[in-house]
Structures are given as C-alpha cells and as structure tokens.
C-alpha cells in the first residue's frame, strides 16, 4: 500500500509541475520532447506498479535521468531565450 501511494504521490507532483509554463513554450519541439518525457515517466511509473517495482532501481534511475533530461531541455530554451 505504501508503494502505491508513493506512485500516486509522484505522479500528482509530475502532473502539477506540467502544470506551469515551461521555458520551452516558445520552442514547440523542445515543449514536444518535453511532453514524450513525460508520457515515458508514466509508462515507467505503471511498469513499476505492475511489476511491484522489482527492476533492481533500473526503473527509478531511469525515471531520475528524464527528470534531468526534462531540466536540460528548460536550461536550452531558457539560453536560447537570453542570448
């Protein structure tokens, strides 16, 4: 039960972090690629409920590098926006 609620915990933050602007709203293919890492996050959040989250912390180490993918995506639009 504890598993699941953390699930449901991420995925809540995941969704009201996508709720704000993002810097990559002026560049729709970063806001694209932003939006398939967000959809991958899901499909690795419900593979872990469904699988009792047994991947050996592949699947959360995955999940943390799209967290940093999405971050570098910001930091590109946000450098492109100021140069």
């Known amino acids: 039960m504890k598993r699941i609620s953390a699930f449901v ?3 809540l933050a995941v969704s ?3 709720a704000f602007a993002s810097p990559t709203s002026h ?7 932003q939006q398939l890492i967000d959809q991958s996050y899901g ?7 469904d699988n009792h989250d047994e991947f050996g912390g592949h699947a959360s180490r995955a999940e943390e590098l799209l967290r ?6 910001d930091q590109a639009a946000m450098y492109r926006e100021h140069r």
């Open 43 to 49: 499909h690795i959040e419900a593979a872990r409920k």
């Open 16 to 18: 009201a972090v996508a």
């Open 9 to 11: 915990a991420a995925g």
């Open 68 to 73: 940093q993918a999405k971050a570098e995506l």
């Open 27 to 33: 560049f729709p293919n970063l806001e694209q690629a």
